[in-house]
């Protein structure tokens, strides 16, 4: 079977639109709740904040529970919660869900281990000066931890554009699903070549903004 | 006038429960700090000084005992009345701590506005502030654009942002070269005699002590095992770990084959006050007809105070030797024997 240059833009196109659906609103999730809850762990194991063993090891085994499952598992064992909140269980859109939930325990733990590498000195003065809990963590925390906070942001989207090569088995479209259907399932390896090429060209750009940027919130550090 | 302390620490005592054992790191401590101290506390490293000062603003609650600041005791206050008190009760620290994102300029001024200051009230007193530590043209500069003094610098003028009565020293200059740990311990004398800033300064440095302390507390395993004012602890030590530790002799130890060669009587000489700059070992030699020979020496200065060391060796009739030992003990110099 051959496609027309014309048909295989066409493809490419839609393919590239669905996967960056699916990773946008998944990063952001995960960046949004991801954040919290990673501070959450934080405040709970610092003891100049809310420290408390057993709510963070129960936070914390609940994170980790989910980071345990592999994707396409966790993706079909969540479509049905899926499909009660986006109204589908099929598309890319109800693959969001899933990727969310996966990409949300998975920024979590960076989260927490971006802020954990806040120096403790440095809070520890803040406690000292009589700064309130809140404007610790908005006016020291947030800004010591940003530029790791962005690295981890960046390892998050890469894997989030991998697990989302996995929505084709519940229909959700992508680039990753474009090169199984055509590449795979139908012999069509030039497309298969072309959806390598492209998600390579992106994971690169990705990486280059990610570190770039991280680079430039710590140029003053060293 | 009765002169009330400023702070008092009352039988303080701190444990921590790790894993398998319970660590006492600070055993019924008591001291009491007044206006317009320099109170150094020494000890070597994990004899519980950096725990005992955390105790003073609340970074560390005592297991028992009470401390009152300005009469009000500090583990009653929390919330609200605790960042007050934690406004007037600034800190610095061995490694100065400062925000790496923050310039000079916003690590001052996050303080500042914890307090509640805003807008025009902040930009002039972080001004002020760098003004007095010297670092007016450094507000726009990132930490890791600093010396160590100059981060010092900024520690103290964060600590100070908000008008603190009492400055907390944490092994302030243990990070410092020399003359930097001069430059600051100059300024902190300075903010101490221009603002009647009481300071409370831990240290493993027995120079840091010398220069600007007026009164010390030596802690060994938790305990203060000795408190005086500076010249008393370094002219009469009591404890023989505070001798030792302050290496009050060290620097007049004789070497062994020159102190088995020595066919005389040796002698220490401890001079204090104002006899340590008169020519009274000359005098009362020469009025008892013994003749002396130095072997080891020097004086130092505290503040205004002198401290005479000296290691002699007397020939001489026994009645002699006797005579003007006497004699210069009438001076008030403290004779050993140590042949």
């Not at chain 1, 949300?104 to 802020?115: C, H, M, S, T, V």
């Not at chain 2, 005098?283 to 105070?305: C, K, M, P």
Request: hydrophobic share 50%; charged share 15%; net charge neutral.
């Amino acid at each position: 079977m051959n496609l027309t240059f014309n048909e295989l833009c066409d493809l490419l196109w839609i393919a590239a639109k669905e996967t960056f659906t699916m990773v946008s609103w998944s990063l952001l999730a995960a960046i949004l709740f991801g954040t919290i809850i990673g501070l959450f762990l934080y405040l709970t194991a610092n003891r100049f904040f809310f420290k408390n063993k057993i709510i963070n090891q129960i936070a914390g085994f609940i994170v980790n529970a989910t980071r345990s499952i592999p994707f396409l598992i966790l993706m079909v064992a969540v479509l049905p919660a899926g499909f009660y909140l986006v109204g589908t269980s099929i598309g890319p859109k109800a693959v969001i869900f899933p990727l969310a939930v996966a990409a949300i325990a998975f920024y979590a733990r960076l989260a927490e281990n971006a802020f954990s590498q806040v120096d403790n000195g440095v809070i520890e003065a803040a406690i000292a000066s009589g700064a309130s809990h809140y404007r610790i963590i908005i006016g020291i925390l947030f800004p010591e931890a940003f530029a790791q906070l962005v690295r981890h942001a960046t390892v998050t989207v890469i894997s989030l554009i991998g697990y989302s090569a996995m929505a084709g088995i519940v229909g959700g479209g992508g680039i990753g699903d474009l090169a199984i259907r055509y590449g795979y399932q139908r012999y069509v390896t030039e497309v298969l070549i072309i959806c390598i090429v492209i998600l390579i060209i992106i994971v690169q750009v990705l990486q280059f903004l990610g570190d770039t940027f991280a680079d430039h919130l710590d140029k003053h550090k060293h | 006038m009765i002169n009330i302390p400023l702070i008092q620490v009352k039988n303080v005592s701190v444990t921590f429960q790790s894993k398998k054992q319970t660590i006492h790191a600070v055993k019924d401590v008591t001291f009491d700090v007044y206006e317009g101290d320099i109170f150094g506390i020494i000890g070597s490293s994990g004899a519980g000084k950096s725990t005992l000062v955390r105790t003073l603003n609340r970074l560390a609650d005592p297991t028992s005992g009470e401390i009152d600041v300005n009469g009000v005791n500090i583990a009653t206050l929390s919330g609200k009345a605790l960042q007050n008190f934690r406004f007037k009760m600034g800190m610095i620290f061995q490694n100065f701590n400062l925000a790496a994102s923050k310039t000079v300029y916003e690590n001052i001024a996050f303080v500042l506005k914890a307090a509640g200051k805003k807008g025009e009230a902040v930009k002039s007193r972080v001004q002020e502030l760098l003004t007095l530590v010297g670092l007016s043209d450094k507000a726009d500069a990132y930490p890791a654009e600093l010396s160590g003094g100059q981060k010092q610098r900024v520690g103290i003028a964060r600590a100070l942002a908000n008008d603190a009565k009492i400055l907390l020293c944490d092994e302030a200059t243990s990070a410092l070269d020399p003359q930097t740990t001069t430059a600051i311990l100059e300024l902190l004398k300075q903010l101490n005699r221009d603002f009647k800033l009481t300071i409370v300064l831990i240290t493993h440095e027995i120079d840091v002590i010398k220069k600007i302390c007026n009164r010390v507390a030596v802690m060994s395993n938790g305990k203060i095992v000795e408190l005086n004012d500076t010249f008393a602890l370094f002219s009469q030590p009591q404890q023989a770990f505070t001798q030792s530790f302050l290496n009050v002799d060290e620097n007049t130890l004789l070497p062994d084959n020159i102190k088995n060669n020595v066919k005389g009587t040796l002698i220490r000489l401890r001079y204090i006050h104002e006899n340590a700059t008169q020519p009274i070992l000359y005098q009362s030699a020469q009025l008892t007809h013994v003749e002396f020979n130095i072997l080891h020496g020097f004086i130092e200065y505290f503040n205004d105070r002198a401290l005479g060391n000296l290691v002699v060796e007397l020939i001489g009739k026994p009645d002699n030797i006797q005579a003007l030992i006497q004699l210069l003990k009438d001076h008030d110099v403290i004779i050993e024997d140590i042949s």
